[in-house]
């Protein structure tokens, strides 16, 4: 592995991983010298990131971890609903496997991660499943635009708000959603995806501010006058 791409690789799994937040500052100077490289790969890694949409840079300011808009969040949200009620569809459609059996594998990591009070592991758990029914819906053009879209905002809002709901009550969500995403006639389960996604909106992100706590770093610094537009 180049260089570069360790650095980029550093920082994702960071990003992940919930140790950088939106609206931290990267530090170029200090992130070379704690993986012990030189400034170039630092500012390629950044290049990428910045073309994925996670970070930000502005001239005489730096770098920092992108904030998403409320308004952005609601859009990711409508798009995965719909896309995501599309795959369901080509799943239960897919005679070559077994959707009940998959999801049930699924739920059950689900369910352990839950039983430990294991937030990364839920979290892990969580993302296989949904990533389960894309794949199962043998579509790969569905499939990549899913990942394209969740990739870069799926860690942020997930580690930024999922937090605010007990395990408990995800794992039971969860098992909902399974419920229904078998048993719904075929003719309405792109609806009834849609109507779950926006309770799980309404849930998390009534009456909320988007990523009011900044976690700082030790290679980071926090921004008092943040770059995105603050969230009402």
Sequence with gaps: MSASKRVEAHLRKAIHAGKLRPRQRIIEEDLASELEVSRGPVREALLRLERDGLV??????????????????GVIFRMRAKLEGLCVR???????????ELLNRSLKK???AAAKNNEEQFFDADMEL???????????LLYR???????????????????????ENRWENHEQYVRM??????????????RYFGGLYSRIFDQTSAFAGIVPGHWTDDLEDPLATPIA
């Design 56 to 73: 930000v840079t502005t001239s005489r300011r730096g770098t920092f971890i992108r904030d998403i808009s409320l308004a952005e969040i």
């Design 90 to 100: 080509y799943m239960r459609e897919n005679s070559s496997i077994n959707a009940q």
């Design 110 to 112: 689900l369910k352990a």
């Design 130 to 140: 949904h990533r389960t029914i894309w794949k199962a819906a043998n579509q790969p």
């Design 145 to 167: 635009t899913l990942t394209l879209l969740m990739n870069p905002y799926i860690f942020i809002i997930a580690r930024a708000y999922s937090s605010r709901l007990p395990l």
């Design 181 to 194: 995403v078998l048993k719904t006639p075929l003719d309405k389960i792109e609806g009834e995806v849609e």
